[in-house]
């Protein structure tokens, strides 16, 4: 048997050219039909196989079979690992005789030391192993001067360019891959014409070169990460927005430059305190595949990485197109056509053909159209890949169970939006079927100020004098949605992580008991973390070459954060107990693992939104400021961006860097912005029409002045929405309680409970506020997804693996660079000065019921809808 040491570091492999050499010698005399079939049970290339089998050979079988058996644990629950690898992986381990005899179990033994090499040298999955590299050198510059000044740079441009365009009607992004595309001309800039020259840091005595060479993909992974965490604006923005405006609270204190800035590095720092505190749990484990994040990393790969070999592909062609040329081409590409369906022929993007036939056919607009109806049996509904990443789920990017189950579960939700519409259950009849407005009992928008009192609290009398909040059917189904999917998916995380739960919370006390770790070798702790039943991927062990990041400096960053927070409600007369900041983070750490695990294995991301509302509105009843803060410091994101073998301290130093920076620039815009006259108004300058505030508003007011108990409570109008959250435990129970009885039927492995219901989410009020304007999101923009899903993760990865690993994630990269680039280009330009193109073309796609949502039921003039409690039995809610 190996020596531990020997297991647990990075183990050498053959470089690429050495592959070239030995190939024809290792595959001498086997058989290519079987080659192919260990290819296809491994989910693994021709060069992944090469590559393992020289550590495969010098592997123990006892060795093997104890790593099999935390693979198992680890995976067994896990759609992303290949399902046939785990049945042999079952096998091996069932049969006893394959210890005692394992020359009659030549075959099964050979595929699970190759799985076991591919594993210990590299990811056991493909999607990851076709975007990261299994080696390192750790002597590559990273934290440079370059590196640091156009990170910074960036970070300065992605904060002003998104916190000043936020607020227009629609808005304007400036995405982490277009400050990704831009930084590498930069970069390459940088070293051929930057002097080489010794600049001394001050206050110290050491000296950095100002041109330390190639522009390399670590310094520019680097520039990518400051970019991806400074494009996040302050969450608190809202809050001010609605404080300050006179239509709304009319609150002037909350002009003050320390206000906003406290509120906001509160809210932005919490959640990297607490993201960098679940590492162990979200990040370092290998089944965190992250799936947003190979996107980045392929771009950068594109752009560095100069090897080019050929692979095998569709049609029994041979490409050998450069991965950067190949990204150029796509670019290009995507960067002219989106020209048409955004600009010039924008039927290509919403293309309800059926409802051509009659537009003004309530009923087959609500079964087929796009924008105004539900969209649910339009088989060709667009022609625009910008409509496929509606929600971020580019279907090229996240897995393809993640896509079918999410389009799976719209569509039986809308199935049930219909029958809600049609029978008019709450009134919805006489409303559209899907938008996230809130209408009073004439059926139209709820005047939200006509229930408060000066203070802008709650005044009962005025609610009962004016009417109680009424939603769309689309909406309703997605409150209930909501509900089940957090009781969802901690019991899914129960149930199928709870292994992995155990094997983060005694590496997370691991890392707090420094005092015992010191003086240890990081041999002798990944030895400790084997003996857990962990195994370590070559990527954990290649990240053990830099110092870590201690967790009490994710710990400190999490005290100050709360400590700001705190002044932020403290110091200025916000009616608000500074205690809502520890409710926040309370809530907020129930939640971060469990939404975190189905994250990184999935691309889809739980918002905690509705319920930190919920929560928040029963504690502070009557008082939406205060539930506002308690919504901002309960709804948090984990961080992603630990990857690509850039040290740990760096990437920390880069993230606080930027994430200030990003605070400082967001706080000194907003406070320009508020004194642009008639800003947020019906008709302001530059379209700062401020759509996502009055969202934000309304909704803090039906949930934080009108508040949850008298929506959803006992006496509720939708007090049965609430049954949304045992809902969900049961349906996680009855599919685990399916896959236990037929532990080995694949099409049960691919069924995800939690990422059927988020499909359900996408129904209602959480999309994006140019969805909003148009009433909501159908399934027209998720069936889409599918096909492309099927194509790319099923056809052209079951059959031409080394072609979908070379280009798949190239493409989404390039797709998504071409759309924003464009998009950003066609904005300033033509549709700044309102250059229009008045044609068919143009104008078909507001005709009838598309551009006017129609309902099937009509309030007479002077008629509203009736209450739903007895005024002679049950008081008014």
């Not at 002097?195 to 060479?213: K, S």
């Not at 203070?455 to 409150?479: E, V």
């Not at 330009?829 to 044609?839: F, H, K, L, P, R």
């Amino acid at each position: 048997m190996d020596k531990p040491e020997s297991r647990d570091r990075a183990l050498p492999v053959l470089e690429k050219t050495e592959l070239t050499v030995h190939t024809d010698e290792v595959l001498r005399g086997e058989d290519a039909e079987r080659i192919q079939a260990i290819e296809g049970h491994l989910n693994a290339t021709e060069d992944d196989i090469l590559e393992a089998k020289e550590l495969a050979s010098s592997m123990s079988l006892d060795h093997v079979r104890t790593l099999m058996k935390n693979v198992l644990a680890i995976h067994d629950g896990d759609p992303n690992f290949p399902h046939v690898t785990l049945q042999n992986i079952k096998r091996f381990l069932e049969n006893e005789d394959v210890m005692e005899h394992p020359e009659k179990h030549e075959q099964l033994i050979e595929e699970i030391k190759l799985e076991a090499a591919l594993i210990t040298n590299n990811s056991p999955y493909a999607e990851v192993r076709a975007v990261t590299d299994n080696h390192d050198d750790p002597t590559t510059p990273v934290s440079t001067i370059r590196a640091w000044t156009i990170g910074i740079f960036f970070s300065c441009v992605l904060a002003f360019v998104n916190q000043l365009f936020s607020i227009r009607q629609p808005p304007i992004r400036f995405d982490t891959n277009m400050a990704q595309l831009l930084a590498y001309p930069v970069g390459k800039a940088w070293e051929r014409w930057m002097p080489e020259a010794q600049i001394r840091i001050p206050f110290t005595r050491q000296t950095v070169n100002l041109n330390p060479g190639r522009f390399n993909k670590k310094e520019h992974m680097l520039i990518a990460i400051m970019a991806n965490t400074s494009r996040s604006l302050p969450y608190t923005q809202y809050i001010v927005w609605t404080q300050v405006l006179p239509q709304y609270f009319n609150q002037q204190f909350a002009r003050s430059f320390s206000y906003i800035f406290l509120n906001a590095f509160a809210t932005n720092f919490i959640g990297y305190g607490l993201a960098g505190l679940t590492r162990k749990f979200l990040v370092y484990p290998s089944y965190c595949v992250w799936p947003r994040s190979l996107v980045t990393i392929a771009l950068n790969t594109a752009l560095h990485n100069e090897a080019n070999h050929p692979v095998k592909g569709p049609l029994g062609k041979i490409w050998n197109i450069s991965r950067y040329r190949f990204f150029m081409i796509s670019f290009t590409a995507m960067f002219v056509y989106f020209w048409f369906p955004n600009y010039i022929f924008q039927v290509l993007t919403y293309f309800s053909w059926m409802t051509w036939i009659a537009p003004d056919n309530v009923h087959l607009n609500i079964l087929t159209g796009f924008q105004n109806g539900l969209g649910l049996f339009n088989p060709l509904p667009t022609f625009d890949w910008n409509i496929l990443n509606f929600n971020e789920t580019d279907p090229l990017m996240v897995p393809s169970f993640s896509t079918f189950n999410s389009a799976g579960g719209m569509f039986l939700a809308g199935l049930v939006v219909l029958a809600i519409w049609y029978t008019n259950t709450w009134n919805t009849g006489y409303l559209p079927i899907n938008n996230n407005r809130v209408y009073d009992h004439f059926g139209k928008l709820y005047n939200v100020s006509r229930t408060l009192d000066s203070r802008g609290l709650m005044d009962l009398d005025k609610y009962r004098q004016y009417s109680a909040p009424y939603m769309s059917a689309g909406n309703i189904l997605t409150y209930g949605s909501f509900f089940a999917i957090y009781s969802a998916v901690v019991t899914h995380v129960i149930l199928y992580h709870r292994y992995e739960l155990i094997m983060g919370f005694k590496n997370l006390f691991r890392g707090l008991r420094w005092r015992r770790s010191k003086g240890r070798t990081e041999n002798e702790q990944q030895n400790e973390r084997a003996n857990d039943g962990e195994y370590l991927d070559v990527h954990n062990r290649l990240m053990a070459a830099y110092p870590e990041v201690s967790e009490w400096a994710f710990f400190a960053t999490l005290v100050i954060s709360i400590v700001c927070g705190v002044l932020g409600i403290a110091l200025w007369p916000t009616n608000t107990s500074p205690a809502v900041v520890l409710y926040g983070i309370w809530l907020c750490l129930m939640f971060v693992i469990p939404i975190g695990i189905v994250a990184a294995m999935t691309g889809i991301e739980v918002t905690l939104n509705v319920l930190a509302e919920f929560i928040g509105g029963a504690i502070v009843e009557g008082n939406a400021l205060a539930m506002n803060f308690f919504k901002s410091y309960g709804v948090h994101g984990t961080c992603t961006d630990l990857c690509e073998q850039i040290p740990p301290r760096v990437t920390f130093a880069g993230q606080m860097i930027a994430t200030f920076v990003s605070t400082l620039i967001c706080s000194g815009v907003m406070k320009f912005q508020m004194d642009i006259k008639g800003v947020c108004t019906l008709d302001p300058p530059m379209r700062f029409k401020c759509p996502g505030t009055n969202t934000f508003f309304t909704a803090s007011v039906l949930w934080g002045t009108i508040g949850p108990i008298r929506v959803f409570g006992v006496h509720g109008q939708y007090k049965w929405l609430l049954l949304g959250f045992p809902l969900g435990i049961l349906l996680v129970l009855f599919f685990f309680g399916l896959k236990k009885l037929m532990p080995d039927n694949r099409m049960l492995r691919q069924v995800h409970v939690v990422a059927a219901i988020a499909g359900a989410l996408h129904w209602g009020p959480y999309m994006a506020d140019y969805l909003a304007q148009r009433g909501g999101a159908g399934f027209s923009y998720m069936w889409p997804s599918v096909p492309v899903a099927w194509f790319s993760w099923l056809y052209i990865r079951s059959r031409y693996l080394e072609f979908w690993s070379k280009y798949n994630f190239v493409l989404s990269a390039a797709l998504s660079s071409g759309i924003a680039i464009s998009a950003i280009l066609m904005l300033f330009s033509v549709q700044w000065v309102g250059a229009n193109i008045e044609w068919w073309g143009n104008t078909q796609i507001d005709a009838g019921c598309e551009g006017k949502a129609c309902t099937i039921f009509k309030l007479a003039k002077g008629e509203r809808f009736y209450p739903w409690w007895d005024p002679n039995r049950v008081p008014a809610p």
